[in-house]
């Protein structure tokens, strides 16, 4: 896996974080991702991170590392995947980075884990 650069973002905006990161290195397989992930606290929350084919890019922690790797750490659970370009309509369209309900992105989301099984 190549070494991917990835500078710590500030805390608190990991869908703000997660927007940038993915706009700017959008290379075609470039998707932000909104889910819950467990803190080493055992607390779980709403997080955003960028994945590029089989890499996760969390740029609120300053980390890039294998998925699976990433998903057994913090029991990632992915709810909703979007394209850079969806991301950025849906933050246009509703005034805030995310996560949005079905209502506020309406039919901008790739894929909603959720609902595919």
């Known amino acids: ?10 805390s608190g905006e990991c869908f703000k974080n997660a927007k940038e990161w993915a706009w700017n290195n959008d290379d075609g ?10 803190n080493i606290e055992r607390k779980t929350f709403v997080h955003a991170w960028v994945e590029q084919g089989e890499t996760v890019i969390d ?15 913090v029991n990632a659970s ?25 209502e506020e992105r309406e039919d901008r989301f790739v894929s909603n ?5």
Not at 59 to 73: A, D, F, V, W
Request: charged share 20%; net charge neutral.
């Open 29 to 38: 397989n470039t998707f932000v991702v909104h889910g819950l992930v467990t």
């Open 59 to 73: 740029p609120t922690q300053g980390i890039s590392m294998n998925k699976s790797r990433y998903y057994e750490l």
């Open 78 to 102: 992915p709810e909703v995947k979007y394209t850079p370009e969806q991301i950025l309509v849906n933050s246009l369209r509703n005034n805030h980075w995310g996560p949005w309900t079905p």
């Open 1 to 10: 896996m190549p070494k991917i650069d990835v500078s710590q973002g500030p």
């Open 113 to 117: 884990p959720r609902e595919d099984t």
